[in-house]
């Protein structure tokens, strides 16, 4: 059975770091554009971070939302069928829980970032992420 399973997040003060990754089972993550999304209470869903296919599909592009660029981080580890989020420099603005999201390869990143969660085939569990002191 297809499946995402995402680890990492947790506890951490401002100005610390966690990393998130995404681990696909009974698929390939190289195929696929995969992005990381993020969901406060009382805030709007956000897509943080989309990275397209790996496969040479696609022109593996990155996009990082304004609110994290220069903070955090997407990567690819193909070997391990996982994707990474390294979040630096973490505010009390980045708590939410955040998922990670597959679809098959994307015309652009941004455009898969700001897509509904509706369109999204294939999602991670969700992992916490809070910032506080």
């Known amino acids: 059975q297809a499946q995402i399973v995402q680890s990492g997040g947790g506890l951490v003060q401002p100005g610390g770091s966690l990393r998130l990754s995404c681990t696909a089972s009974?698929?390939?993550?190289?195929?696929?554009?995969v992005g990381w999304f993020r969901q406060a209470p009382g805030k709007e869903y956000e897509g943080v971070s989309c990275?397209?296919?790996?496969?040479?599909?696609?022109?593996?592009?990155?996009y990082y939302a304004v609110t994290v660029e220069g903070r955090f981080t997407v990567s690819r580890d193909d070997a391990k069928n996982t994707v990474n989020l390294q979040m630096n420099d973490l505010t009390s603005e980045d708590t939410a829980t955040y998922y990670c999201?597959?679809?098959?390869?994307?015309?652009?990143?941004?455009?898969?970032?700001?897509?509904?969660?509706?369109?999204?085939?294939?999602w991670g569990q969700g992992s916490q992420v809070t910032v506080s002191s």
């Open positions: 009974a698929f390939s993550l190289k195929h696929y554009a």
């Open positions: 990275i397209n296919s790996s496969d040479g599909s696609s022109d593996g592009s990155i």
């Open positions: 999201g597959a679809v098959p390869p994307t015309l652009t990143t941004e455009r898969f970032c700001g897509v509904a969660p509706r369109h999204i085939g294939h």
